[in-house]
């Protein structure tokens, strides 16, 4: 007898299929708070990027954190890798906020660094994140330019798991 791992099984069962039941409902994603189970398990969550238009963003929440995805135009792009990153308030360089091969996406989590709110996608001066609550503007790489934010948008631990599909988490 091994309740121990019965219970173990039934907690993976759910996490799958909360993940399962999120992907189904894509569109809604963006309004919805994330499945009580998916946030208990702290589970990696799949995203399917086909339906995100160039110039496009969405907002998916993984443990309970906003996080937004931005399907860059090659205009964003080479705003982003123009300015001298040592110009920077944080410095850091687009290719190293992006994975290699996928220039077009951009993957944040969507807090200020300031103070917490959440900022807006495509406002601001540099057509990045603007943060209505103390005027902290972000790039297109989400990286802070102007206002009192001390450091860019932490990009999340995700990979690709296929062209058009990222794992966060
Ligand atoms: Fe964003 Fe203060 S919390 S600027």
Redesign the pocket.
Known sequence: DHPTRRDFLYVATGAVAAVGAAATVWPLVSQMNPDASTVAAGAPIEVDLTPIAEGQDIKVFWRGKPIYISHRTKKQIEEARKVPVSSLPDPQSDEQRVKPGHDQWLVVVGI??????I?IAHEGAYDGFF??????VYDTSGRIRQ???PTNLPVPPYTFVSDTKIQIG
């Open positions: 200020c660094t300031h103070l917490g709110c900022p943060c209505p609550c103390h005027g902290s206002g009192p934010a």
